[in-house]
Each structure stands twice: as C-alpha cells, then as structure tokens.
Nanobody
Framework: QVRLVESGGGLAQPGGSLRLSCTAS????????MGWYRQAPGKQRELVAV???????DVAASVKGRFTCSRDIAKNTVYLQMNRLKPEDTAVYYC???????????????WGQGTQVTVSS
C-alpha cells in the first residue's frame, strides 16, 4: 500500500500563488509517475500536471505558463507551484501516483485525500 499526504491548499486571491506538495510513503518497489488532478464542483476530475520517474514534467494547456510541476525523487515528493491563480482554478486538488508493488510487480494507482484550493477576492 502507498499513502499519499498532501499539503499546501488554501485560499488565495486572484493573481496570487500557492504551492502544493504530496509525499508518498509505504510499501512499493518504485514510485513511477506522480501528478496532480483537480475536480471543481459539478465537473469531472481533470489532469493538471504530471512528473515521470525520469524527471519529465508536463502541465495541462489550461494552466500552462502559470503552474509548474516538479519532483524530488529522493523524497518521493511532487510539487505543484501555482502562480497567477484565477477563480476558475478553484477545485479540490488530488495527488495521484503510479507505484510498482514490491511483491506482485504490478503497477497500481493511488490517490491522496485531496486539498481544497479556493481562489477568490
């Protein structure tokens, strides 16, 4: 089992910044991809950013130029730096990871509990 602990959500004004972090712990052979999804009220969960095991990162077109995803592989931690926030960024942000089980060698996905980000004046 892999446990994901998120932190850094909260309230920000339009144009402001927040930084989310997510740390994986537990039993795994490798942590492969780590990333962030978000879900706004009444909308489907959408991919925001991803960081692969080789350090490659990518973000959704809707946040490109404003959000940056990074990863500390040694700490099993992924970050989401969110700048120039907009009200439409308001959502619950979920950390997601793909990890290889140390016994079955299967790749499995795990979710964090979610952290609320609210952008409002």
């Amino acid at each position: 089992q892999v446990r994901l602990v998120e932190s850094g959500g909260g309230l920000a004004q339009p144009g402001g910044s927040l930084r989310l972090s997510c740390t994986a712990s537990g039993s795994f052979l490798t942590i492969d991809a780590m990333g962030w999804y978000r879900q706004a009220p009444g909308k489907q969960r959408e991919l925001v950013a991803v960081a692969t095991i080789d350090g490659t990162t990518d973000v959704a077109a809707s946040v490109k130029g404003r959000f940056t995803c990074s990863r500390d592989i040694a700490k099993n931690t992924v970050y989401l730096q969110m700048n120039r926030l907009k009200p439409e960024d308001t959502a619950v942000y979920y950390c997601n990871t793909e990890a290889t089980d140390p016994f079955s060698y299967e790749a499995r996905h795990y979710w964090g509990q979610g952290t609320q980000v609210t952008v409002s004046s």
